[in-house]
C-alpha cells in the first residue's frame, strides 16, 4: 500500500519539479477530455498553449491579461503566506474599479488635468483595501471566518457595480446600456509601445513583484510574516503581533487587487461595464499557488495563465469549443499544483501490506 | 391561497436547499474537515441531475445523477486532502473553480430545455385541508427529505456509537488514532457523505426548484451553506432553524421587489448575502465570550506516524 512519509527535509528537486509535473498532468488531462468531447486533443492544444505564442497581438494580449492576474497574486501571495485566507480578490478588484472610476466620471467631459489618473489609481487601491478590511477585522476583532465574508463580498461588489452603471453612472448617451461612458484621456492609462494595447500598468505589475522580493527576502516584517504563518506558535514566542499581520496582508493585497481592477478598467477597457473581469480575481488564487507564492513564480505562472485566457477565446473562436473548458483547466491545474507540492514536504513510499500491519502493531 | 401561506411555502422551498447542503456540509466538518467546495458539488449537482432528468425523464435518476456527481467530486477532494494532506482550504476552492466550469460543460447542451418539475405528494383530505394541508401534506419528496436528513444526522450523531467515534475523529485525530479508530476511513465516509448532500440539493435547484439548468444557477448557496455550518455551532437543531431563516431572507427580499419599495434592487438581492457576513460576525464574537463550537481538529490534515 502507498503510504506517506514526511521527509527529514524540504526537497528542493521537488520544489522546482511540482509545478511543471503538475502543469504536464493538467495537459493529459486535458487532453484526454477533449478526446472524450470528439476532438483532437494535439490540435485543439496547439490552438490553446501554441498558437498564441507565434503571433504579436496575442503576444501583447498577453501581458495585458498577465497585468491583473500578477497584479493580485503577488498580494494574495502575502496573505497566504501569513496563513489569512483573502479568497474574496475578485470583490476588491471590482470595488477598486468603482471607486477609481468616480473620479473618471465625476470629471468627465470637464478640463481637469493630468491629475486625474493618478488620484484615480490611489482611490482604486484606497478602495480595495477598505474593502479587504472588512473581512479581516472581522476574523481579527470578532473571530469571523475571513473565507466565508471575504466571498460574500464578492457577490456585494457586483452588485454594488452593476447598481452604479445602471443607475447613477450610466452613460446618457449610451443607449441604456449598462456601461459609464467612455473615459476621457486624462483618465486613460497610457499605452506603453505606440501601437500596441500594452498599457503602463505592466510596469506597476513588475514594481509589484520586485517589491514583493524585497519585503519577503529582506525586511523583518516578510520574516514576521513567513514565520506568523509557518510556525504560529514559534511567532508568538518572539512576540510578533499576528493579528496586525493578518491586518496588514489583507490591507496590502486588497490595494494591489484594487489598484489591478481600476487599472483596467482605465486601462484595456476603457469603461466601467458589469462583467468586465473574466474572474480575474479567482484565477490569481490559482497564479499564487502554481507560483508557490514566490513573486518570480507568480510572474511566470500569470503569464501562463493568462495563455489560458487567450487560448480559451481562440479555441472558442476557431474550433467553437466552450469558454468554460478554460476555467475546467485551471480547476484541474490548481489540483495537480496542490497534490504535486505535497511531495515536497512527503515523500510516498509504496510498502506491502504486510510490513504497514507489522508497523502498526 | 392566501399570501402568508404562499410565503411559507416559498421559504420552504428556498431553504430546502440550503438545508440538504448545510447539513451534509456539517457531518464533513463534525470529522475534522473542512470541505470549501460545497458551491462546485452544488451545481456539479445541478448539472447532472437536470441533465440525467432530461435524459431519462425521471427526477428520482436525475436526483441519483446529482448525488453520484457531488460524490465523484468529493472523492478527489478526499484524495487529495486526506491521501495526500493537502491543505483543505486551497482544495475546497480548485473544487468549487472546477465544479463551475465542468458544470458549464456538461450543462451547455441542456439549457433552454424544461423538464417536468419534481412531483408533489398528495395525500387525499390531508393535502385539501386549508392552510395546513398545502404547507405539511403537498411538498415534494426533497423536502421531507431534508428534515429526515437533519433528524437522522441529530440522532446519528448524538445518540448512536457511530456518531461518537465521528466526533472524536473531529475533535482530537491524534488520540482517536491512538485508540484504533481509523481516522482517514472516518473523514472519507464524512466527506463523501457531504458530496452526496451538497450534490442533492444542486439536483433539488434545477428539479423541482426552477425545472431548468442555467450556469452559475446556484448563485453561492453553497458558501451560504457552509457559513450556515457556523452559524448552526455545528449543530443539526440549530442548522434547521438557520436554514429557514436564510430562506426567509431571501424570499422576503423578493416579495420587497416585487411590491416596489423604493430601494435599489441590487439592495435587495445583496440582502442574504449582507446577511451572512452580519451573521458571521455576531455568532463568531458572542462565542469569542463563551469559547469555540468548532471541532477542535477542523481544518487539520492527518498524516498518521508509523
Known sequence: ????????????????????????????????????????????????????????????????????????????????????????????????????????????????????????????????????????????????SEILTSLMLVYVAELVLDYLVRGPWRDPKGYNFPTTAEFDPVATVPILIEGSRVHLGSLVALAAVGAALVLIGRTLKGFEIRVVGAAPRAARFAGFDADRLVLLTFVVSGALAGLAGIIEVAGPVGHLQPGFSPGYGFTAIIVAFLGRLNPIGILVAGLFLALTFIGGEQAQISMKLPLDLTRVFQGMLLFYVLACDSLILYRIRLTSNRRAADGAR | MGLAEAIVLAVLAASTPLLIAAAGELVVERAGVLNLGVEGMMIMGAACGFAGAYITGSTLIGAACGIAAGMALSAVFAALTLGLAVNQVATGLALTILGIGLSGLIGAGFVGERIVSAPH??????????????????????????????????????????????RAVGDNHASAHALGYPVLRIRFLAVLFGGACAGLAGAYLSLAYTPFFIAGMTAGRGWIALALVVFASWHPGRLAAGAYLFGAVSILQLHAQGAGVGIPPQLMTALPYLATILVLVLISRARATAGSAAPASLGIPFVPDR
Open chain 1, 1 to 144: 500500500m502507498l503510504v506517506l512519509e514526511r521527509r527529514a527535509e524540504r526537497s528542493v528537486v521537488a520544489a522546482l519539479a511540482s509545478p511543471l509535473i503538475a502543469v504536464a498532468l493538467t495537459m493529459t488531462t486535458m487532453a484526454l477530455l477533449l478526446a472524450l468531447l470528439g476532438r483532437n486533443p494535439v490540435t485543439a492544444l496547439a490552438v490553446y498553449f501554441l498558437d498564441p505564442l507565434t503571433d504579436g497581438y496575442s503576444l501583447q494580449e498577453l501581458v495585458v491579461k498577465a497585468t491583473p492576474l500578477v497584479l493580485i497574486a503577488i498580494g494574495l501571495s502575502l496573505c497566504y503566506l501569513a496563513n489569512a485566507w483573502n479568497i474574496g480578490a475578485e470583490g476588491q478588484f471590482l470595488i477598486g474599479a468603482v471607486t477609481g472610476s468616480w473620479l473618471a466620471v465625476a470629471t468627465h467631459g470637464t478640463d481637469a488635468g493630468a491629475w486625474v489618473l493618478p488620484a484615480m489609481l490611489v482611490l482604486g487601491a484606497l478602495g480595495g483595501a477598505l474593502y479587504a478590511l472588512i473581512p479581516a477585522i472581522g476574523r481579527v476583532r470578532f473571530g469571523a
Open chain 2, 121 to 166: 405528494l398528495h395525500v387525499p383530505v390531508l393535502s385539501d385541508l386549508p392552510v395546513i394541508g398545502r404547507i405539511l401534506f403537498a411538498q415534494d419528496a426533497f423536502v421531507y427529505l431534508s428534515i429526515a436528513l437533519v433528524i437522522g444526522i441529530w440522532r446519528f450523531l448524538y445518540f448512536t456509537r457511530g456518531g461518537l467515534v465521528l
